[in-house]
């Protein structure tokens, strides 16, 4: 019973350190973040199970981490007002061509990761996107502008972006 209320004490801890590390995918993370996660798996370990290497002690915290999980996912199914406070909600990250750096701050992005994102979905310029949102997940999803809004914009006599 030790080593489910350790787990659960772990899973706790763990779900509220990843969630202040913000939302980053695992391809944006720099060598040293990927190190720290290495690093707290180990310690998260042998402040789970301490001295005990049993089968049963591993299946016990493994079993408990899987319930914790799937309570909060469940939770976040359930309650529609949880899931944004237990997954996150998207932010918006450009908006008709212009990046909004008031929303870079949370995630600790920098223009240079959007840039090269951008170029990773085959966009060569800002101004060719219309929208671009960091999803709850991490993912940068980019919505490009359609030529019907470069000639409005052009025709209304607004600078072609």
């Known amino acids: 019973m030790d080593i489910v209320l350790r787990a659960s004490v772990m899973f706790a801890l763990l779900y509220l350190l990843i969630r202040l590390m913000g939302k980053r995918e ?42 914790w999980g799937f309570c ?20 918006l990250l450009v908006a008709d061509g212009r990046l909004l750096h008031e929303n870079f701050r949370r995630d600790r992005l920098t223009e240079d990761e959007i840039y090269s994102e951008m170029r990773l979905a085959g966009i060569a310029r ?22 019907d809004e470069d000639s409005s914009r052009q025709e209304s006599g607004g600078p072609a972006r």
């Open 126 to 147: 800002l101004e060719d996107v219309a929208w671009a949102i960091l999803e709850p997940q991490g993912k940068i999803s980019f919505v490009k502008r359609t030529p």
């Open 26 to 67: 695992l391809a944006q993370m720099t060598p040293f973040e990927i190190v720290v996660l290495v690093v707290m798996g180990d310690l998260i370990q042998q402040g789970v199970t301490h001295n005990d290497f049993s089968l049963t002690g591993a299946a016990l915290a493994i079993g408990t981490f899987a319930f």
């Open 72 to 91: 909060l996912s469940w939770a976040a199914h359930r309650w529609p007002a949880l899931k944004d406070i237990l997954e996150g909600r998207p932010r």
